[in-house]
């Protein structure tokens, strides 16, 4: 069956918001984020970008299941630890349009689905009319970091690609646990910017 993509935006998701939690629990458990999560965070994290009438979700859809997920919100809906890097540097949230996450189920990558993504959050940025600017941030692990798979290819040059650079002033700390740890730890993370202006 082929997949077919919805846009919505604000509450719209609601009836949607169990299964993207499911999906990001399952997607994020794999190297490099390696999340051990759960659904009452889940639910939590994405009334965030529920509540925000500029939100962004770009669900991929084969028949009726969720097979992919991308977000994005207005950086000055977002929560301190993301502002905070850019205020501190001198950019103004206002501007700045956030991608939350991508996630996508491994039997449908390769696909195009993932450029999609990106098309759709820098369309829905544009369509705003206020954004100078989209962001994401990426978790930084080690190279030698013993969970890493021996073919981990990371998506750096994917992004490169996509006009986003990574700027190591932009960066900030976010905790969770580890499927191989008993508890939260603080990880790095570091920003990818891209003008769109």
Not at 125 to 150: I, K, M
Not at 155 to 182: C, E, I, M, S
């Amino acid at each position: 069956m082929a997949v077919s993509m919805i846009r919505l935006s604000g509450d719209q998701i609601n009836p949607y918001i169990d299964d993207l939690a499911r999906l990001r629990i399952e997607v994020f458990r794999s190297f490099p984020y390696l999340y051990d999560g759960d659904m009452g965070y889940e639910r939590k994290y994405l009334d965030t970008y529920a509540r925000s009438p500029e939100s962004l979700f770009v669900l991929a859809m084969d028949g009726e299941s969720v097979i992919g997920a991308a977000t994005g919100i207005p950086m000055d809906h977002e929560t301190e630890e993301f502002k905070g890097p850019f205020i501190e540097q001198g950019y103004e949230p206002e501007k700045i349009f956030y991608f939350g996450e991508s996630v996508l189920l491994p039997e449908y990558r390769g696909q195009g689905i993932g450029v999609a993504f990106f098309d759709h959050r820098e369309g829905h940025a544009r369509e705003q009319g206020r954004f100078t600017h989209c962001c994401f941030c990426a978790v930084e692990r080690p190279l030698d970091h013993p969970l890493r798979p021996s073919d981990y290819q990371p998506l750096d040059q994917f992004w490169h690609n996509r006009g986003y650079r990574k700027v190591p002033a932009l960066a900030t700390t976010y905790t969770w646990k580890d499927v191989d740890q008993a508890e939260e730890t603080a990880k790095p993370m570091t920003f990818w910017l891209r003008r769109i202006d």
